[in-house]
């Protein structure tokens, strides 16, 4: 074997042994990982996907509750082409768990200004929190393609 290609060898190697050292502690040691479903909604054999959703808890009572103190969670229902509910309150400084599922087709879920940002799957349940430090009108919008009407699928936060 050639010096030099002996020496590319062994560099090729030990960054290989690197990268795998960085993977192995962002996974284990940082606990990043890619977002998983947090629940599923499976429909009984001859029924319908929005017909599982409004009968599995907790979307068969969507909303916002008071969790804890300035804690909430919103159940939320994306459908062609609205979420339910449309329009929620919450007090400034307020952590915000939202819990959302898909009804019909793939949405999107994205708040413009914050970090949250997930795709809503037919059958999952996709979890994300954030907390509204500042008050204002936050916009809800699916940013995900989902048919004819896609473009006034919306919803609203109202911190105040
Ligand atoms: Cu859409």
Not at 20 to 44: D, E, K
């Amino acid at each position: 074997m050639d010096r030099y290609e002996r020496a590319f060898f062994w560099f090729s190697a030990a960054m290989l042994g690197l990268f795998l050292c960085v993977l192995a502690y962002v996974t284990v040691g940082m606990h990043i990982r890619l977002p998983g479903p947090s629940g599923r909604i499976i429909p009984a054999p001859g029924q319908n996907l929005g017909a599982a959703v409004l009968a599995t808890a907790p979307f068969n009572h969507p909303g916002l509750r008071m969790i804890g103190p300035g804690e909430y969670e919103v159940v939320m229902i994306a459908q062609q082409w609205f979420f339910f509910p449309r329009r929620i309150h919450v007090p400034a400084g307020s952590r915000v768990t939202f819990r959302v599922t898909s009804a019909d087709v793939t949405h999107g879920f994205f708040i413009p200004g914050t970090r949250v940002n997930m795709m809503i799957i037919p059958g999952y349940i996709s979890v994300e929190t954030y907390r509204f430090e500042r008050a204002g009108d936050y916009r809800i919008i699916c940013h995900e393609y989902c048919g004819l009407d896609h473009q006034t699928m919306s919803a609203e936060v109202v911190v105040k």
